[in-house]
C-alpha cells in the first residue's frame, strides 16, 4: 500500500513520477542477466585465498613450494612478492599481509590454478609460522595508551583525504563539530541527560558475494571485471597502488547482485590483480565463498556513543555532547569516512546551538569495518531516535511534540553552520508518518495477557557525499535512438531507468528509444561512486546536462538546415524548432541531413559538480555547505512483545520519506520496502558474533537475515519537498529507509512495556532482561 | 564415472559425469544454464533451487548421479517458444526484481507452489518462499507478484506432479 | 563448490546397503537426503572414498501403517507431513516434519537421515522421543529395535554401529485421549535453529487427570531428551496450574543448553520452561 502525494499525481510529465518498468527486468526474470558470479572468461584461471586464522600474529615464514609445484597451479603469491598498499581514505592495506595480520582472516596467500578444486587443494599445501601477538578487540581499550598497536607505521601511510590520524595509537580517524559553547549550554539547561548506545556487528549479505576477474596485459595494463559500486575509486585506487597511469587500469562493472555499500571499495580485485600479473596474460577469476564474505569482507561498523544532552524543561534542545567510536577492524577502508558522514549527521535533524562532537575510527584485530547503506548514520539515528524518547518521557513530554519543537524548518542552521536554503521536508515526514499510522492513538490492548502492544517513531536525516562529480554521455545515433553512457552503476536500485527517465522527459524522446549500458572506464566517463544516495541528484543532473548539450548541438546543426539562428531554436519532442513557426525538423533528420551516407553520431556530454561546497573546517567542522543535500524521513513502529519470552513482532511500519521529487515511484517504494527490512533484521535478528576477532557465525544458517514470514506490513509514504538544484527536484534515497526503523521499533517497545534496550540487536533476551529490571 | 542421461528443460542430455559433480555444476558448467545461481553453498539461501520432477530442490545439496532419469526445470525452462511466463511477467510488472540475484529461485518456487496451489493465499505464498533469501526487496512485491500471476490463472508448468513445494 | 572425490554406490536393497556398510566401513558415508553428506563432504570435514547412497532402496520409501506407523527411513519431511496415514497416526510427528528448514528441504531431508545425524537441534526428534518412538535399525543379522529415548547417546553420536543402518522409525499406536503439542521457539528470524523445541504427548482424561506424560526437549542438551523429571511429576495426576508449574520447572532443570546465536543457556533453559508450560496450560484449558 503507497500513499502518493497530490502533486505527484497531478504531475504533468510524460516520464518524471511515472513507475516506468526496468528494462533489464526481463533478463533477470529469464536467467539471462550476466552477473560476477557468472562471468567467464577464455583461458581463465581460478583463484583461492589463505588466510589467516589469528587475529594478530607476525608472520615468521610462508613455504609455497608444495603449492607451486601442484600440478594445475598457474600462480603463487603471498605479501612478499605485492609491496602494494591500498585504502580509500588511507592507504594502510597490502594486497596481501606483509610482516604481520591484523585480523582473523587477513589473506596471507593466493593460488590461481586451472579449477577452482585444484586452486582449494594447493592453498592446502602452503605452509605458514605465526608468531601470535597479544590482540585488542574492544575499541574503547584500544583507543587507551598501553594497548597494542595494529599500525606501528601509521604516519607513513599515504592518506587520501582530510582525515585526522594519532600515529602511535590506534585511532586512525577523528572528526571533530565544535559549535557555540556545550559547557556554558549544559549550564544553561534545565537537565542534563548523558545515556550510552550500542550497535552491533552487521553483514550487508548481497545475494551476490564479492567477485572480480583480472587480467595483465604485456605491457602491464590492467583489465578488472567486478561486480562493483564505484568503478572509478577501484581505478583510482588500483592506479595509486600500482603506481600505474589511470589510463592504464581499466574497471569494467559487470552484473551486481546486490552492494549495500560492501562493494563500493578495492576487496577481491587486488588479490585477483597480484595473481593476474603473474599469468602470462590469462585472466585470473577471485569470488568469494559465502563465509569469506563473512570473515573476509567489510562489515558495518560496530559503533559505541555517548550522547549527553542539556534540554529546557520544554523540551528545546540547548546543548549536545557527543563521544561515538566506530571499530573499524584492522585496516581503515571507509571507517574514517563513517565516522566523520555520523558526526555531521550525529545529533538528527534537529536545531542544536551548542554542539562538541567527537567521532573516532579505531583500529581493532576484528573484521573490518567498511561502507554499509547509512554510512554511520544508522548508528548515529539508533542513539539520537532513542535518546528523544527517553528524554521526553523524562519530561513528561510527548514524542511527537518534543520533535516538533527541535526539528529543521527552512532557512535552519545544521550543527555543521550549514543554512538549509531548500527542500527541507523533515516536519512533514513526521506529520506524515503520524497521520497515516494513526501513531496518537494507541493499539487496542491484545486479549492475551503476556502480550504488550505499543507504538514508538524515530526521524532522521542524512547528508550525501560531497562533493562529488558526475559526467554523463548521451549519444544519439543516425536514426535518432540514444545510448546513455555512464559510470553509474545498477546495483537493482533503479538508476538506470531513472536515467531514462529524465533523458526522455528533457527531449521529449520516447523512452524505448532510450538505452543504457554497464559501466566501463575505457569508455564511460568519471563518476565518483554509487553510494551516499548521490545517484539520482548528481548523475541525474549530469544526465540533464549532457542531453541539454546534445539539443544543443542538434539546434546548431538544424539552423543552417532551416535557416534561422541558433538562439531562436528549442530542442522539444525529439526535435528542433522555432517557437512561433511551423518549422520542425526531427532529431532524426538533422544527422541524416547533416551528415548523409557518411553517418555520424551525436554526443552531448554533461559534468555536475555541486557549486558552493567547502571542505569543512578541520577543528569545528563548520562548512557552508556542508551536503548537496539533506534527506529526511520518519518511521513509526507498531510492535507486539510477549512478556515472558521477550520476543517482538513488529505489526507495521508506517515509512514516510522526503527524497524531494519522486521520479519512479514503484523503485522509491521498493528501495524503501528493501531498505525497512535491512534495517529490521539489523534491529532484531542479526548478529556477527566476533569472539576474540573470530567470526563465530559465518555462515546464512547461523547469521539470520529477514525470510518473507519475518516482515510486517510496511506502509511507504512519499512527502516530496522539491528540492532547488535536483534533476526535476530530486534528492536521494536508498540510505535513509535503513535508519529509523531501530529506534522506532525500541521507542515502541517502551511504549509497550516500559522496558528500553539500548543496545543492537534487540534480541528476545534483552528484552526479557529488560523487562525484568522494570518490573523486578 | 557414471553414464548420465537427464531431461533438462525438455531437452535430454546424456554425458558422463564423475560421482562428486553436483547437479548444480552440472547445470552451469556442463550445460551453460547460468540462471541458477549459488549464494550459500549450503542449501540456506534458496537461490540455486530447481525443480526436479517438478519438486523443488536445491541443486547445490544434489549429485548429478542422482538426477538419472530425471526432469530438471531452471529458471531458463519456464519460457516457452520464446516467450515468458505470466509469472516472469508479473514480476517484471510488480517491482519484484531489484538485483535480481535471488530472482531465479524465487520463480522455481512459485511455480511449483501455483502448480500445486494454483489460488494461494498471501500467507501460502509467504511460507512457501521461507527459504528463498532476498535482501533488495523486503519481499512484498515478490509476494505481489506470485498473487498476481495466480490471478492469471497460471498455467502448470510442464512437466509436473502434484506435489506441494 | 567442488566435491572432493570418491565412488558412489547405489544400493537397491536393504540387504546389499548393510553388506557395503560391512565392506566399508569408516570410509564410506551414508547418504540420504544428501543435506548433511553434502555439507560434510564440501567443507572437507570428511574424506571418505566412497558414498553409499540409499536413494535407490525402495524399501525405505514406504509408509506402513499396520499395528503402528512404520515410516522408512527414506521418506522425505514433505511426505510425512503430507502422508494421511501420519495425519492420522501421529499428527504431532507431521507438524514436527513441517518445520524442518524450508520447503525445498523438506523435499530433500529424511526423517532417517535427521535422526541417525542426531543433531540436537533436529525437529522431528524431540517428537519422536514424545510419541515413544523406536529406531529400526537393519545389521547384517537383521533387524533390531532401539526406544529412541536410548537411541541417542551423545553429541551426533547414536546407537547404530558401523554395518548399521536406520531402515525405519517405528510409531507406536497412540493410546485414546491424547493430546500433542509441538512448539520449535527461534530467537531470530522465522527460518532458524530453535531456541527450544518442545514435542509432547500428553493422555489425560476429561477431568484432566493425565496418565501418561511424555515430553520431547531439541537444541537445550547434546542430544534430544525426554524431560523424565516433569513426566513423572505429571503422571497420575490432575493437571493444575500448579503441577503444570512444577512440571515446567522440572523440565527446565533437566536441560543442560549451550549458549550460542539463538539464545543463551540460560535463556533456553527458562524458555524451556516458559513454553513447556504454556502447552501443558493449552491442553488443559488453563
Known amino acids: 500500500m503507497n500513499d502518493q502525494t497530490p502533486a505527484a499525481l497531478a504531475r504533468q510529465f510524460r516520464y518524471v513520477g511515472k513507475p516506468v518498468l526496468r528494462g533489464e527486468s526481463i533478463d533477470k526474470v529469464t536467467g539471462r542477466w550476466v552477473y560476477g558470479a557468472d562471468l567467464v572468461l577464455p583461458g581463465m584461471l581460478h583463484a583461492k585465498v589463505l588466510r589467516s586464522p589469528y587475529p594478530h600474529a607476525r608472520i615468521l615464514s610462508v613455504d609455497t613450494r608444495r603449492a607451486r609445484e601442484f600440478p594445475g597451479v598457474r600462480a603463487v603469491v603471498t605479501g612478499a612478492d605485492v609491496p602494494y598498499l591500498f585504502g580509500s581514505a588511507v592507504r594502510d592495506e597490502p594486497f596481501l599481509a606483509r610482516g604481520k595480520v591484523r585480523y582473523a582472516g587477513e589473506p596471507v596467500a593466493a593460488v590461481a590454478a586451472v579449477s577452482e578444486e585444484i586452486a582449494r587443494e594447493a592453498i592446502n599445501l602452503i605452509d605458514v609460522e605465526y608468531e601470535e601477538l597479544p590482540g585488542v578487540f574492544d575499541p574503547l581499550v584500544a583507543m587507551r595508551p598501553g594497548s597494542p598497536i595494529l599500525h606501528e607505521d601509521l604516519a607513513t601511510y599515504q592518506m587520501e583525504g582530510a582525515y585526522d590520524r594519532y600515529p602511535g595509537t590506534n585511532i586512525v580517524g577523528h572528526t571533530k563539530v565544535r559549535r557555540g559553547d556545550v559547557v ?178 579505531v583500529y581493532t584485530n576484528n573484521p573490518i569495518g567498511g561502507a554499509f547503506r547509512g554510512f554511520g548514520v544508522p548508528q548515529a539515528t539508533w542513539a539520537h531516535e532513542s535518546q528523544m524518547d527517553m528524554i521526553a518521557h523524562r519530561l513528561g513530554l510527548d514524542p511527537v511534540g518534543i520533535r516538533m519543537r527541535n526539528l529543521f524548518d527552512l532557512g535552519d542552521s545544521t550543527i555543521t553552520g550549514e543554512v538549509l536554503y531548500t527542500s527541507v521536508g523533515v516536519k512533514d515526514t513526521l506529520r506524515r508518518a503520524v497521520e497515516v499510522s494513526g501513531y496518537g492513538t494507541p493499539l487496542p490492548a491484545s486479549d492475551d495477557p503476556k502480550i504488550a502492544r505499543g507504538r514508538g517513531l524515530a526521524t532522521m536525516h542524512k547528508l550525501t557525499n560531497t562533493p562529488t562529480n558526475s559526467t554523463a554521455i548521451v549519444k544519439m545515433h543516425q536514426d535518432g535512438t540514444i545510448n546513455l553512457l555512464c559510470s553509474s552503476v545498477e546495483l537493482g536500485q533503479g538508476v538506470n531507468t531513472v536515467y531514462r527517465q529524465i533523458v526522455a522527459e528533457r527531449l521529449g524522446i520516447p523512452i524505448e528509444r532510450i538505452r543504457i549500458g554497464a559501466a566501463d572506464t575505457h569508455y564511460t566517463p568519471y563518476d565518483q561512486s554509487t553510494s551516499g544516495s548521490r545517484s539520482v541528484f548528481h548523475m541525474g543532473n549530469a544526465m540533464l546536462l549532457a542531453a541539454g548539450d546534445l539539443a544543443q548541438k542538434l539546434c546548431a546543426l538544424a539552423s543552417p538546415l532551416v535557416g534561422v539562428p541558433v538562439d531562436r531554436l528549442l530542442f522539444r519532442d525529439g526535435g528542433v524548432e522555432e517557437p512561433g513557426s511551423d518549422k520542425f525538423l526531427s532529431a532524426k533528420e538533422i544527422i541524416e541531413r547533416s551528415f548523409g551516407a557518411r553517418g555520424s553520431t551525436v554526443q552531448g556530454e554533461g559534468r555536475f559538480a555541486p557549486t558552493g561546497t567547502r571542505p569543512p573546517d578541520k577543528e569545528t567542522g563548520q562548512t557552508p555547505r556542508m551536503s548537496a543535500f539533506w534527506m529526511y524521513a520518519t518511521h513509526v513502529a507498531d510492535v507486539e512483545v510477549d512478556l515472558e519470552t521477550g520476543k517482538v513482532k513488529v505489526l507495521k511500519i508506517v515509512a514516510a520519506h522526503d527524497a524531494g521529487t519522486i521520479i519512479n515511484p514503484e523503485g522509491a517504494v521498493g528501495q524503501i520496502e528493501g531498505g525497512v527490512v535491512q534495517g529490521l533484521g539489523a534491529t532484531l535478528c542479526e548478529e556477527m558474533l566476533v569472539s576474540d576477532g573470530i567470526v563465530t557465525n559465518p555462515s546464512f544458517a547461523e547469521y539470520k537475515i529477514p525470510t518473507t514470514m519475518d516482515v510486517p506490513e510496511i506502509v511507504t509514504v512519499l512527502v516530496e519537498a522539491p528540492h532547488a538544484d535536483g534533476p526535476y527536484g530530486a534528492k536521494g534515497l536508498s540510505e535513509p529507509a535503513l535508519a529509523p526503523t531501530a529506534p522506532a521499533i525500541a521507542n515502541a517497545i517502551f511504549n509497550a512495556t516500559g522496558a528500553r534496550i539500548t543496545s543492537l540487536p534487540i534480541t528476545p533476551e534483552k528484552v526479557l532482561q529488560a523487562l525484568k529490571r522494570v518490573t523486578p | 564415472m557414471h553414464r548420465l542421461s537427464v531431461m533438462v528443460n525438455g531437452v535430454r542430455h546424456e554425458q558422463d559425469v564423475p560421482s562428486h559433480r553436483t547437479l548444480f555444476q552440472l547445470l552451469r558448467e556442463d550445460l551453460d544454464l547460468a540462471g541458477t545461481k549459488d549464494a550459500c553453498r549450503q542449501g540456506v539461501c534458496g537461490s540455486c533451487t530447481v525443480l526436479v520432477d517438478g519438486v523443488p530442490m536445491r541443486s547445490c545439496l544434489a549429485l548429478a548421479v542422482r538426477c538419472q532419469g530425471k526432469h530438471v526445470t531452471t529458471v531458463e525452462g519456464l519460457e516457452t517458444g520464446g516467450k515468458i511466463a505470466p509469472l516472469q511477467q508479473a514480476f517484471i510488472d510488480e517491482g519484484a526484481v531489484q538485483c535480481g540475484y535471488c530472482t531465479p529461485g524465487m520463480l522455481i518456487m512459485a511455480t511449483a507452489l501455483l502448480d500445486a496451489n494454483p489460488a494461494p493465499t498471501e500467507g501460502e505464498v509467504r511460507a512457501a518462499l521461507i527459504g528463498n533469501l532476498c535482501r533488495c526487496t523486503g519481499y512484498a512485491p515478490i509476494v505481489r507478484a506470485v498473487l498476481a500471476a495466480a490471478k492469471n490463472r497460471h498455467p502448470p508448468s510442464a512437466p509436473s506432479s502434484s506435489r506441494a513445494p | 563448490m567442488s566435491l572432493p572425490r570418491f565412488d558412489y554406490h547405489a544400493p537397491k536393497t536393504i540387504g546389499e546397503a548393510v553388506a557395503l556398510r560391512q565392506q566399508f566401513g569408516d570410509d564410506a558415508l551414508v547418504m540420504a537426503g544428501g543435506l548433511t553428506a553434502m555439507i560434510l563432504l564440501r567443507e572437507r570435514l570428511v574424506s571418505p572414498r566412497v558414498v553409499l547412497s540409499l536413494s535407490d532402496v525402495a524399501a525405505l520409501r514406504r509408509i506402513d501403517a499396520n499395528g503402528g506407523l512404520t515410516i522408512g527411513a527414506m521418506v522425505t519431511h514433505s511426505e510425512v507431513a503430507r502422508s494421511e496415514a501420519v495425519a492420522s497416526l501421529a499428527p504431532l510427528l507431521r507438524e514436527a516434519c513441517g518445520h524442518v528448514g524450508s520447503p525445498a528441504i523438506r523435499n530433500m531431508g529424511t526423517l532417517g537421515g535427521n535422526i541417525s545425524h542426531a543433531d540436537s537441534a533436529s525437529d522431528p526428534a524431540p517428537a519422536l522421543l514424545a510419541l515413544n518412538a523406536e529406531a529400526v535399525i537393519a545389521g547384517p543379522g537383521g533387524e533390531r529395535r532401539v526406544p529412541l529415548d536410548q537411541f541417542f547417546r551423545g553429541t551426533l553420536t547414536t546407537a547404530i554401529n558401523g554395518d548399521e543402518l536406520l531402515a525405519a522409525l517405528f510409531v507406536p499406536r497412540s493410546a485414546a485421549g491424547t493430546h500433542s503439542r509441538f512448539m520449535k521457539f527461534t530467537a531470530t528470524s522465522a527460518e532458524a535453529f530453535a531456541t527450544v523445541t518442545v514435542a509432547m504427548s500428553i493422555v489425560c482424561d476429561g477431568a484432566n487427570v493425565c496418565t501418561e506424560a511424555r515430553i520431547g526437549l531439541g537444541s537445550v542438551a547434546p542430544t534430544p531428551l525426554r524431560a523424565r523429571a516433569a513426566e513423572d511429576l505429571l503422571r497420575g495426576r490432575k493437571l493444575t496450574r500448579e503441577s503444570i508449574a512444577a512440571a515446567a520447572a522440572a523440565a527446565a532443570a533437566c536441560t543442560d543448553p549451550s549458549s550460542n546465536g539463538q539464545g543463551s543457556a540460560e535463556y533456553r533453559r527458562e524458555m524451556t520452561g516458559v513454553w513447556v508450560r504454556r502447552l501443558l496450560g493449552d491442553i488443559a484449558g488453563l
Open chain 1, 184 to 361: 556554558q549550554g549544559f549550564l544553561d539547561s534545565d537537565f542534563v541527560y548523558e545515556d550510552v548506545f550500542t550497535t552491533q556487528y552487521v553483514q550487508h549479505c548481497s545475494m551476490e558475494g564479492h567477485v572480480s576477474a583480472a587480467q595483465v596485459a604485456s605491457d602491464g595494463s590492467v583489465t578488472v571485471w567486478s561486480s562493483c559500486q564505484s568503478p572509478y575509486n577501484f581505478l583510482r585506487d588500483l592506479s595509486n597502488a600500482l603506481g600505474l597511469p589511470y589510463n592504464m587500469v581499466r574497471i569494467i562493472v559487470t552484473g551486481v547482485g546486490g552492494a549495500f555499500g560492501a562493494k563500493m571499495y578495492l576487496r577481491t580485485e587486488p588479490l585477483a590483480v597480484a595473481l593476474a600479473m603473474r599469468t602470462q596474460g590469462k585472466p585470473v577469476k577471485y569470488a568469494h565463498t559465502r563465509d569469506e564474505e563473512f570473515i573476509g569482507a567489510v562489515v558495518k561498523h560496530p559503533a559505541h556513543l555517548t550522547f549527553k544532552t542539556g534540554v529546557k524543561r520544554d523540551g528545546r534542545i540547548v546543548a549536545r555532547k557527543i563521544t561515538a567510536v566506530f571499530n573499524t577492524g584492522g585496516y581503515a577502508d571507509a571507517g574514517p569516512q563513517v565516522a566523520r558522514n555520523s558526526a555531521f549527521s550525529g545529533t538528527g535533524p534537529y536545531r542544536i546551538p551548542n554542539v562538541w562532537i567527537d567521532s573516532y575510527c
